[in-house]
């Protein structure tokens, strides 16, 4: 290979200032400016060569269009990344937003996540017992750029649960050891597991007829009295 051939290719630490989508396959285009050298958080904003229209190339399943630059905390932050200088120009390869990294702020060791631009994420942490715990987290109602609430779905294999919960406060949780749980508030709730049910309510409707007993296709009509409807809608079984 001649030395023509090798000063195609040469890395270079460029700042994305715009992107664009296009084409029949909707690929993501990028344009900024780069300059060669290593990634240097010292001179994030070193102006050189200009590209435009760039096809961005990353992880295989992940589509990824990057926000403008903007300030965040007095601070112009943008997506960066490595690039290749080609026979055809820059071609990014290797990505980072330190935007994202400021929405995901405490990474544990072991952790990999997937983390958008509006501060939700979907995270895999280690274990105690060597396997992943899985947490999607989707923030909302933001008041001066901090969220009031979320919603939260987690998968915890060392306690064997499962967990949806709503950013107001109503759940659902499965576990081993309590079955299923439906939380509608702090005074409302419901537990099903194996041969039991518990409901815990202030008020319980129940429209239409109700069967109680171990048989309820050979329940009876209630009449406890005068005061029965005419039409029952409780039937008991005695057996």
């Known amino acids: 290979m001649n030395l023509s051939a090798l000063t195609s290719f040469v890395a270079s630490f460029v700042r994305v200032l715009g992107s664009t989508v296009a084409g029949k396959h909707s690929a993501v285009l990028v344009g900024g400016d780069g300059a060669i050298g290593a990634l240097d958080d010292q001179d994030p904003g070193a102006s050189g060569e200009q590209f435009t229209d760039v096809e961005a190339y990353g992880a295989p399943g992940i589509v990824f269009r990057p926000r403008p630059p903007e300030t965040v905390g007095g601070d112009e932050l943008s997506a960066e990344a490595m690039a290749l200088r080609t026979g055809g120009g820059l071609v990014p390869v290797a990505w980072r937003d330190l935007r994202l990294n400021r929405r995901f702020s405490a990474p544990k060791p072991g952790s990999v996540a997937l983390v958008g631009y509006g501060g939700g994420f979907l995270a895999f942490d280690d274990t105690s017992d060597k396997t992943s715990s899985a947490t999607l987290y989707v923030p909302y109602s933001f008041s001066g750029g901090v969220p009031t609430k ?11 649960s499962v967990s949806i919960v709503h950013g107001d406060g109503f759940a659902v949780v499965l576990d081993a050891d309590n ?3 439906l939380r509608g508030g702090t005074s409302t709730w419901l537990n099903v597991k194996d041969g039991e049910i518990t409901l815990v309510a202030n008020k319980i ?3 239409g007829n109700v069967a109680l007993g171990a048989q309820p296709l050979a329940a009876t009509p209630l009449t406890a009295g005068p005061v029965a409807p005419t039409r029952p809608s409780v039937f008991l079984s005695i057996a």
């Open 150 to 160: 979320a919603h939260v779905i987690s998968l915890d294999p060392v306690a064997e």
């Open 179 to 181: 079955g299923i749980t």
């Open 205 to 207: 409707v129940c429209q």
